[in-house]
């Protein structure tokens, strides 16, 4: 979405850093596997399938939503992570299942789905009232054109992030390239996570003019 415009929840802010490499370190599992680990790790640290997650501190304003320049190309990893789990709007974090199903946009780039199309994604859900704004400012659905899947359910699926290794000299950063690993890959266990991904499963694609409600009173 343009500058000036609303910001979605989800994007990163000016000031919002990420943890120093330093803070990594190799460590043991309960089973006595070596792994990827915090000096000082904290239970937040790793979600539910114990992967460890990028520390990227938060702006937030008094309002306690996030606050400062957004970074329109960059995603928080810690508030992308929150609304793919517990599947709220990236926009405004309203819950985003409905009894149609659950709404995701993606782009045309692959061409159209067929129902079975195995689809992935890290971009969380829409509630309808900011589907069609994101359609329309979004510049990478702007150029690709968008689709809109109505879902009717979407498990996760695994992580998106940068994998490391253990070396004579320590910790060491390898390429990251964007594919997803999928949860119980044993990579995972040297592997630093910034994005939670999705499948989505039993959609469809549906127009927004026929499910997005016209922009009333108070609306963006």
Known sequence: MPHGSLVPYITAREGEEADSFLALRAAFDDAGRSRLAYWD???EDRDVRGVLWARVSQSIGADRLPAGVPKWRLVHPARQRECML???CQVCVDDARTPEGILFLESKKDGIPTSSTTI???QPPLCRR???LAAQR???LAA???LALLAQSAPLYGVIGTPHAYTVNGVKVLAADDVPLRYGDPALRWFLASQLVRTLRSFRVVDL???APAAGPGSP
């Open 41 to 43: 790790e904290g239970r």
């Open 86 to 88: 517990t599947l709220r």
């Open 120 to 122: 992935r994604t890290a």
């Open 130 to 132: 900011h589907a069609r």
């Open 138 to 140: 979004c510049p990478y």
């Open 144 to 146: 690709h054109g968008h």
């Open 209 to 211: 003019d026929d499910i």
